[in-house]
Nanobody, 131 residues
Framework: QFQLVESGGGLVQPGGSLRLSCAAS????????IGWFRQAPGNEREGVSC?????????????YYADSVKGRFTISRDSAKNTVYLQMNSLKPEDTAVYYC???????????????????WGQGTQVTVSS
């Protein structure tokens, strides 16, 4: 059974850091493009970052970010743990949202992948940035 489980959310002060995890079961994340999305109350879900599926070469997978998080967030994949991470630094109150990870197989992308192209979604984890 394909499943994605996010964890690592919580309450953090402005300027702080969190690392979100997206753990997969039932499939190997290397062969999937993985995206992180977020949805704040009253807002539409927005794409935050994505990492491309492996293309079978030794080259690192492409990573992409929304302008609002570029330079502050870093997406990475740990193949041994079958987990994708989103390291979030210099957090701002406007980063407060429920964060979701999503997966789509075999997509080697050159930019953020639209939400409607993903096949699998996690249940979300709450991130609150507040003093």
């Amino acid at each position: 059974q394909f499943q994605l489980v996010e964890s690592g959310g919580g309450l953090v002060q402005p300027g702080g850091s969190l690392r979100l995890s997206c753990a997969a079961s039932g499939f190997t994340l290397d062969y999937y493009a993985i995206g992180w999305f977020r949805q704040a109350p009253g807002n539409e879900r927005e794409g935050v970052s994505c990492i491309s599926s492996s293309d079978g070469s030794t080259s690192p997978a492409g990573t992409y970010y929304a302008d609002s998080v570029k330079g502050r967030f870093t997406i990475s994949r740990d193949s041994a743990k079958n987990t994708v991470y989103l390291q979030m630094n210099s957090l701002k109150p406007e980063d407060t949202a429920v964060y979701y990870c999503a997966a789509v197989p075999g997509v080697v992308t050159t930019g953020l992948i639209p939400e409607n192209e993903y096949d699998y979604w996690g249940q979300g984890t709450q991130v609150t940035v507040s003093s």
